[in-house]
């Protein structure tokens, strides 16, 4: 399937000419990417960029800088839904220090920066591209990348968008069918299938015993770039009303080789869906969360909850009013005596909702 695609890239020439300012604070409810508007995407404009060399210091005279910026919903065909996102369009001459003070304005699950570079690194790498929480970087995540490779793409008819993110490059592939919106899909890093967990040891992070856990299938920690442990329960109701011990559940994670948990069940709001799923962490609940339900494609088809390259879709962020469709797929291959899970998929649409320029002085 791969052949069929052309790669698309985005240089530091074509960035450059597509720099124009926009007007601060102008939003768009409703627009969405894949649909011609003839708008061109507006990247940073930036006042004395030459200035930007770390957090500003009371001996200096300071720059005013003006970041251009575009906020967009994820894993979802309307705006108000999904996984929220922003994306800073050009984020060279930032500090570590001053990105994670701007994830930490924006206050979503995370904020991505796009880091143009030369031609030759782009064709070979992908467009350089950084993930923070509002309290780390991380080196993959789901929904920005996909949303990040749908701002890069923009109005554009293009097949294919890399990102060179810290984990290496992930390539997200498009298509589009007349009148509907473009759909992504990326390809995540092979998974690697870590410890299985005893379920009481789970439950006492939960408020659950043992026997609200799905004895099916087990509680998995599974990677494709950010380690997930995977419990599934039994019940909806169970995982609707679920209430985690965050302290316990960081430690016990450290232990155990984990990043986050991931909960799902086989009982789903919407028939369609196969599992329904919800994320929680440090900052609250999680809407949509990409690079779990990439670690979950590969769980499902390692343990016969979805066959092999067959696309299913997971439901999340219902608890929240922000409503997630992830669909996911993978690939089951046999190797000698051992059955190997590759070709991880995670796929959706996505919505522009805000776009507007952040001052700083530096």
Request: with cysteine.
């Amino acid at each position: 399937m791969a052949s069929a695609f052309k790669p698309h890239y985005i240089s530091r020439d074509r960035i450059s000419s597509c720099q124009q300012p926009v007007n601060r604070g102008q939003a768009v409810c409703g627009g969405n990417y894949g649909i011609a508007s003839g708008r061109n995407y507006a990247l940073a404009r930036r006042m004395r960029p030459d200035k930007i060399s770390g957090m500003a210091a009371s001996t200096r005279k300071l720059s005013m800088v003006q970041l251009s910026m575009v906020q967009v919903d994820v894993f979802t065909d309307r705006a108000l839904s999904g996984n929220s996102l922003a994306v800073f369009l050009d984020g060279r001459g930032l500090s570590n220090e001053q990105m994670q003070a701007l994830a930490r304005e924006m206050n979503l699950s995370e904020t991505t920066f796009i880091l143009p570079g030369d031609a030759a690194a782009e064709k070979s790498r992908g467009v350089r591209v950084r993930i923070f929480t509002v309290q780390e970087e991380l080196p993959f995540a789901g929904h920005p990348t996909l949303g990040t490779a749908f701002v890069l793409r923009g109005q554009t008819v293009a097949s294919e968008v890399r990102l060179d993110l810290n984990v290496g490059t992930v390539p997200v592939r498009f298509t589009q069918e007349p009148v509907q919106l473009a759909f992504g899909e990326m390809t995540q890093k092979d998974p690697e299938f870590g410890a299985i967990h005893n379920p009481e040891d789970v439950a006492r992070l939960t408020g659950l015993s043992a026997a609200d856990f799905d004895n099916s299938v087990p509680i998995q920690t599974v990677s494709t770039g950010v380690p997930f442990t995977i419990a599934a329960l039994r019940s909806l109701k169970t995982l609707q009303n679920l209430r985690l011990d965050l302290a316990g559940a960081a430690e016990y994670l450290a232990r155990s080789g984990g990043k986050f948990f991931y909960f799902v069940c086989r009982e789903t709001v919407d028939p369609k869906a196969r599992l329904h799923a919800r994320m929680i962490f440090y900052n609250g609940e999680d809407p949509a969360t990409g690079s779990a339900a990439g670690c979950c494609s590969a769980w499902m088809v390692a343990h016969a909850v979805a066959a092999s390259d067959e696309q299913v879709l997971i439901e999340q962020g219902l608890e929240m009013h922000r409503p997630s469709s992830i669909f996911v797929r993978a690939t089951k291959q046999k190797n000698g005596q051992d059955n190997h899970v590759a070709n991880v998929r995670v796929g959706g649409n996505c919505v522009e909702v805000l776009r507007g320029e952040v001052t700083l002085a530096i």
